[in-house]
DNA sequence: CCACATTTGTCCGTATGTATC
DNA sequence: AGATACATACGGACAAATGTG
């Protein structure tokens, strides 16, 4: 059985809060320095987290505001 | 007007190529060293890359073999 | 089965740019 | 002007799977 890198349970995990309803959209993630001490990684590490989340069109980041869910199921 | 980041323009010219029939599924894409030397850029960007397309269900790399096209429209 | 080269996967540390507050 | 925060990129290191000989 494979182990889950860091960077994709952190993925599953904030998925599956804005799937479940505890991130609604327009909600602001906690800040990328944030992530980083709260899960003990990189800022690699996160980069590719959103990266993937953005990817899936979950959430969307704006320099020097944070990164903030999307409405889902909304392209544009 | 924005300037388009190394791993996104990279990102795009894949995609075209695999929605334009150019790159097919079970086509095998360039090695990340080879894709580094071809764009002169690091391999953590390719990295970017390939997890955006990955995420995007566009291609599934295997250790030791190599990043492949997959049957678009098709999850499993 | 073992040794080796190749290739993808994961992670760390650091630096710089740009936008917002 | 300064602090905060996201975005991009480089370099280095090690792990895991594969293919070849």
Same mark, same amino acid.
């Given at each position: 059985?494979? !182990? *889950?890198?860091? #960077?994709?349970? !952190?993925?599953?995990? !904030?998925?599956?809060?804005?799937? @479940?309803?505890?991130?609604?959209?327009?909600?602001?993630?906690? =800040? *990328? =320095?944030?992530?980083? $001490?709260? #899960?003990? /990684? @990189? $800022?690699?590490?996160?980069? @590719?987290?959103? &990266?993937? &989340?953005?990817?899936?069109?979950?959430?969307?980041?704006?320099?020097?505001?944070?990164? #903030? /869910?999307?409405?889902?199921?909304? *392209?544009?």
């Amino acid at each position: 059985m494979p !182990i *889950t890198p860091f #960077y994709q349970r !952190i993925a599953d995990e !904030i998925r599956e809060r804005i799937k @479940s309803g505890d991130l609604r959209p327009g909600d602001k993630l906690p =800040s *990328t =320095s944030e992530l980083c $001490t709260r #899960y003990g /990684v @990189s $800022t690699q590490v996160i980069r @590719s987290v959103m &990266l993937t &989340l953005r990817a899936e069109g979950l959430v969307e980041g704006h320099q020097g505001r944070g990164v #903030y /869910v999307r409405d889902q199921g909304v *392209t544009g």
